[in-house]
Nanobody, 127 residues
Framework: QVQLAESGGGLVQAGGSLRLSCAAS????????TAWFRRAPGKEREFVAA????????YFADSVKGRFTISRDYARHTVYLQMGSLKPEDTAVYYC????????????????????WGQGTQVTVSS
């Protein structure tokens, strides 16, 4: 069992940056792939980025490629989503999710690929 807690959301102007954190409980978290999804008002949940348990494989949605990075800190049981060049269309609730044992996350952009979910953190980008 893995429990996830997101933090770091807030209000930022367009062009600014934010770093989201996903802190996990459970000693086995380091063996889990982790992904970020987001849900904007009135829209479906969409994939943002994912990182394998080793950190050697990452995958990004086209809409954030080149602007967002994802990384993990094993000592802190935390995965980070560094968001830059933010746009108003990035406004959404961002969710962290995890799935065990993925050595590659390429193409793993479906919510059905992930078992555990956090409660979300709100990101608002003003124009």
């Amino acid at each position: 069992q893995v429990q996830l807690a997101e933090s770091g959301g807030g209000l930022v102007q367009a062009g600014g940056s934010l770093r989201l954190s996903c802190a996990a409980s459970g000693r086995t978290f380091q063996s889990y792939a982790t992904a970020w999804f987001r849900r904007a008002p009135g829209k479906e949940r969409e994939f943002v980025a994912a990182i394998s348990w080793s950190g050697g494989s990452t995958y990004f949605a086209d809409s954030v490629k080149g602007r967002f990075t994802i990384s993990r800190d094993y000592a802190r049981h935390t995965v980070y989503l560094q968001m830059g060049s933010l746009k108003p269309e990035d406004t959404a609730v961002y969710y962290c999710s995890a799935a065990p044992g993925e050595s590659s996350v390429f193409g793993r952009n479906s919510a059905n690929d992930y078992l555990y979910w956090g409660q979300g953190t709100q990101v608002t980008v003003s124009s």
